[in-house]
């Protein structure tokens, strides 16, 4: 265990036995629905949850990344997500999976899904999918359509989550010593 870990709230097997069923419910509406499908990945957060789980989905999809950032290096959602300014993607017709790292405020998801509902040609549809979400009150009115765990409202890191941009390699979701959190 990392020695600024205090202890483990997700181990690693317990993470991949979810993302397959994850996996298998994302299949099934999927395949239900019809359709093209683009999975886009908001970085950095959900990378390492995103490759994982892609690829325990058998059906043919678009990848797409966009980077956004709310929390700019602290323990608290600034609310703000910043955009590029030339991201120009093409959805249009495509059901449309947002994948996220963890449903804290909302703020981010809420932004996104915002801002691709006033693309000049938004998706079909747009779901959104996240690894954990926060059990604390949400800043904005959404939720998540598929969810890997919920959790407590305790600040986690690991999996793709950092602080301060460390620990995001961990191959588990962690809670941090307190001495760690400066
Ligand atoms: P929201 O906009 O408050 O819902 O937060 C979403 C983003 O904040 C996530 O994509 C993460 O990057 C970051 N975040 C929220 N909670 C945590 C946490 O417990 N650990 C690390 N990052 C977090
Ligand atoms: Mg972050």
Not at 101 to 121: K, M, W
Request: proline fraction near 6%; charged fraction near 25%; glycine fraction near 6%.
């Amino acid at each position: 265990m990392h020695k600024d870990v205090e202890r483990i709230l997700l181990s690693e097997r317990t993470i991949q036995q979810r993302l397959d069923a994850l996996a298998q419910e994302l299949t099934d509406h999927y395949r239900c629905v019809g359709g093209e499908l683009t999975a886009l990945v908001l970085l950095h957060g959900s990378l390492l949850f995103a490759a994982d789980l892609l690829r325990c989905i058998p059906i043919p999809l678009q990848l797409e990344c966009l980077r956004v950032s709310s929390y700019h290096g602290g323990t608290e959602s600034s609310g703000s997500v910043l955009f590029p300014p030339s991201w120009t993607p093409s959805f249009a017709e495509r059901h449309l999976l947002v994948l996220d790292d963890i449903l804290d405020t909302g703020r981010t998801l809420h932004a996104v899904c915002a801002q691709l509902q006033q693309l000049s040609a938004p998706p079909r549809t747009i779901k959104t999918c996240v690894l954990l979400r926060k059990n604390r009150p949400r800043s904005k009115p959404i939720d998540a359509d598929f969810v890997g765990f919920d959790i407590g409202d305790a600040f986690v890191v690991g999996y793709g989550l950092d602080y301060r941009e460390r620990y995001r390699n961990l191959p588990y979701v962690a809670v941090l010593k307190p001495e760690a959190i400066a």
